[in-house]
């Protein structure tokens, strides 16, 4: 497909479990963004990766978050020893490098976590 | 104080009205300002992105910034009920290439 693609759509889980979740950036696309966004709140920062630089993790709330992106591809954000405050819309984007300076991110459908 | 403020609404508007939606924002290092747009249970789509003051126009869109003021408008001429959407507004620091987003506007075009 063209756009982001995220996986999987829904999931549901109960507290203390691993959970986690894929994204698929745009062909070509070297940026790649991983934000959360609560119910009622804004897109909340978690990581940025770009081409084989190492990754600005800046805004991972704990050490209990985690991603990856293997091949300057797919990437994956894992949630360890899920708390019911994890519950959110996780959003993958994606952008090309010479655009991400100007904030042209294309996004996925989003991921919605229900830590139970 | 939040990088990006945005009034959370929601705003509620008859079809065919000029709508304003409204950021303000600190730090004023060089820097790009961007609307979104999110459809219920969809991801964020970009609508428009500008970086000096002044207006940008893009069909019934307007975005304008008024560094002076930290202000940063969208303005939608003709609205229609498919314009019902949260509206957020974002912008870059210089030297990053992370937005920051605000907590997004609902905005409801009723026929």
């Known amino acids: 497909g063209a756009g982001v693609s995220q996986s999987p759509s829904n999931k549901v889980t109960e507290k203390g479990k691993d959970v986690e979740l894929r994204c698929d950036p745009i062909s070509g696309h070297t940026a790649l963004y991983w934000y959360r966004q609560s119910l009622g709140q804004g897109l909340e920062f978690l990581i940025y990766f770009q081409g084989n630089s190492a990754p600005d993790k800046s805004g991972l709330p704990s050490d209990r978050f985690s991603a990856e992106r293997t091949g300057g591809s797919v990437s994956t954000l894992t949630i360890q020893r899920t708390q019911q405050e994890d519950s959110a819309v996780y959003l993958c984007?994606?952008?090309?490098?010479?655009?991400?300076?100007?904030?042209?991110?294309?996004f996925g459908e989003g991921s919605r976590l229900t830590v139970l | 104080q939040k990088e990006v403020e945005q009034d959370p609404g929601p705003l509620s508007v008859p079809e065919g009205a000029i709508v304003s939606l409204n950021c303000t924002y600190s730090n004023s290092a060089f820097q790009y300002f961007m609307w979104y747009r999110q459809y219920s249970r969809k991801g964020p789509e970009l609508l428009m992105y500008t970086y000096s003051s002044g207006n940008k126009e893009d069909g019934r869109f307007t975005a304008q910034v008024d560094k002076s003021s930290k202000y940063i408008s969208l303005f939608i001429r003709d609205s229609q009920p498919s314009d019902s959407a949260t509206y957020l507004c974002?912008?870059?620091?210089?030297?990053?290439?992370?937005?920051?987003f605000g907590r997004g506007t609902s905005l409801i075009v009723h026929p």
């Open positions: 974002a912008k870059t620091r210089g030297g990053s290439y992370i937005p920051t």
């Open positions: 984007a994606s952008s090309l490098k010479a655009r991400a300076g100007t904030g042209e991110l294309f």
